[in-house]
């Protein structure tokens, strides 16, 4: 049975930001009671209930499942739920929101490009012959399934563009996570959408604005690996170039 | 964005791999320049490798060696994520093609060893 008398204490500095009143961001200085037991999320939260009610920061399963508390937590992504105080004490730690988007109000960032740039990449089957769900289950082998079982494990929880400064230094790349959603449907063996997707993956801005630096997969949560995602779409992007794109693409499989 | 790179150690390491690719890009335009002398004729070729052996040279290939090095190394740790999906574990990848590389360098040692013995 875990103690759940705070016994010990933690400095949080978490970064401050009312755009109404505020004319830059600032950090604010939180001492903060932990047990062992609790995240930085619980943290955040220990602040908002008992010392500041209008500290804005977004959560909601605190597993590691939703994809919502991502904060930049000394300079490095990480989801607020998934670190423990215990392993950060005595601080300070330093909390900040997400690299790479516009604030909003405190830890809280805008996230409209990235839900652009993911709508853009079709996310979504792209069937040969379209069916009725009373049809029944596209069914596949274990060995289908593997192909991009890996990648479907993203929670678009942004720690990849946090982590990437391709992202920073150009706005309009499409990113760790969309990218690497465009290779977990173009790898589906269900699935025919290359075609709709390779304007996004061939552009400058698309595949071929990684330049390999690889913290997206080292920060992601769920052990997505987008760089590994993106590399394999060059080979893609490059034979499409070359004029070989009918070589990989899959053909459809009968009605 | 400016300074991003000095920020986190793995970005710091990032720049160093991307830097020492030019170290490599110099060596190549070094043994180029050799070429180049060989074709011209003896006394190009001498002077040349007269180059080679001053304390300048030899400092800067002391520097060189061990910024190749890493390059090759580093290379060989992202080579996974540029393969696609395969059955073996990632890790067998990068030490797979270090092993080759170790073992194709001591063989040209070796050659050149016995050629000129």
Known sequence: MSDTTPTR?????VQSYHPETDSAPHLQ???????DD????QGLQHIKDHLDGSLSFRWSC????CGSCGFMVNGTPQLGCQVFLRDLAPGPVRVEPLAHFPVLRDLVVDQGSFLDKLEAVRPWLVPAHPQPLGAGPQRQTPQQMAQYQPYAQCINCLLCYAACPQVGLNPGFAGPAALALLHRWNADSRDVGWAARRDVANAEEGVWG?????????????GVDPAHAINQNKVHSAADYLGLGRLLARRAPPP | MG????????????????????CITAYALLLLAGLVCLQRGEAAYA??????????????HALALPLIAYHAITWFQVMPKTAPRLAVPPRWITLGGLALS??????????????GR
């Open chain 1, 9 to 13: 204490r933690i400095t949080l500095e």
């Open chain 1, 29 to 35: 200085r939180w001492d903060v009671p932990f047990t």
């Open chain 1, 38 to 41: 609790m995240s930085l999320l």
């Open chain 1, 62 to 65: 605190r597993m590691a499942i």
């Open chain 1, 210 to 222: 990684c330049t390999l630096v690889g913290d997206c997969s080292t920060v992601c949560p769920k």
């Open chain 2, 3 to 22: 300074g991003w790179w000095r920020r986190r150690s793995v970005h710091r390491r990032y720049m160093l791999r991307e830097a020492s690719a030019l």
């Open chain 2, 47 to 60: 002077a040349w490798r007269a180059l080679l052996g001053t304390p300048w040279s030899i400092g800067l």
């Open chain 2, 102 to 115: 170790a073992l194709l360098s001591l063989a040209l040692l070796v050659a050149l060893w016995w050629v």
